[in-house]
């Protein structure tokens, strides 16, 4: 039996931590404070050794800079902890355990934060199409939205361009039908392959 | 709110304490420091010259003087890595300390600079 109840998850309420937008949006605010930061710097260093500017100007340009830099931590801080202690809850049972009795544990608890939200979109997507969600759109949506796998794809000398054009037509092109089950067999298979190669790592 | 603070005071300190652990080991480990000490006065590089068989006590005394020069600037050069290895380490300890105690100063220092950033700004 396919144990598997991704809604029942601890990754999925780090899913639905992610969304709130202070973690949602962390990571863009820390990288604009920190390009702020740097310029209202760069020109405080000019202006304080240059003295091209006025001292009210310097002073304002290095209010500025402490500013955008203490936001900048504070984004950083935000962005730390969700990646560090939101996005990895902490598992119950070990992995080697799970792989030796799959059907006793829910598999879906061991997902990492890219896969949950490849995994979560992958179950939206087929219940809005009213079919079983099967490993092509998982497949689709976890090359969606990993920039990680342009390296193994360029390495492979694949368009990952084309296959995800190719993977979009095939899964849009999905014709509804009342499903048997939840989860198609080779989105099954696909899983919990995955689960026992990750147990070896 | 509980999760913050248990991560912030607990989880992140003891990763930090791992990771200085880790580079001090680390620096050990580059810089062979207790493996110089032990092979302190062993030859340089392995050059040694053979005292030879019966007894030619000029031959006697060029091998012992080569065999102490060996020695002499074995010890040298381990002296020097065995003080830089340290000096690495001492910074180490410095760096991993700045860091341990500047993560607790931390939310002190973002608040104290954002607020006379602010203060620069408006008055």
Not at chain 1, 5 to 12: C, R, V
């Amino acid at each position: 039996m396919f144990n598997f109840d991704f809604k029942n998850t601890a990754i999925n309420d780090s899913l639905r931590w992610s969304r709130q937008p202070v973690f949602a949006f962390a990571n863009l605010f820390k990288k604009i404070f920190l390009g702020l930061s740097f310029i209202s710097f760069l020109l405080f260093s000019y202006g304080f050794l240059s003295e091209n500017f006025t001292l009210i100007l310097n002073r304002t340009l290095f209010g500025a800079f402490l500013v955008f830099f203490s936001s900048y931590l504070s984004f950083w801080l935000i962005d730390v902890f969700f990646s560090m202690r939101l996005a990895k809850p902490k598992l119950t049972i070990e992995i080697s355990q799970a792989a030796l009795r799959p059907e006793n544990f829910n598999i879906a608890e061991f997902f990492s934060i890219e896969v949950a939200k490849a995994v979560g979109k992958t179950i939206k997507f087929c219940e809005v199409k009213g079919v079983e969600a099967n490993s092509t759109a998982l497949f689709y949506f976890l090359l969606k939205d990993n920039p990680k796998f342009n390296f193994i794809f360029s390495r492979l000398l694949l368009d990952i361009s084309d296959i995800k054009k190719n993977l979009e037509e095939r899964i849009k092109s999905f014709e509804e039908k009342t499903p048997v089950k939840l989860y198609a067999s080779n989105f099954e298979n696909t899983v919990l392959e995955s689960l026992w190669i990750a147990q070896g790592k | 709110m509980e999760q913050v603070i248990g991560w912030y005071l607990s989880e992140v300190p003891k990763n930090i304490i791992k990771a200085w652990k880790n580079f001090l080991a680390f620096g050990l480990d580059y810089f062979s420091i207790f493996l110089l000490f032990k092979t302190f006065f062993s030859y340089w590089h392995r050059y040694k010259s053979s005292y030879g068989r019966g007894f030619d006590l000029k031959r006697y005394f060029e091998a012992a003087s080569f065999n102490l020069i060996s020695r002499a600037l074995g010890a040298f050069v381990r002296s020097i890595f065995i003080v830089v290895g340290i000096a690495v380490e001492i910074c180490l300890v410095f760096l991993g300390l700045a860091v341990f105690t500047g993560w607790f100063l931390l939310p002190f220092l973002i608040s104290g600079g954002f607020l006379f950033g602010v203060r620069l700004l408006v008055f």
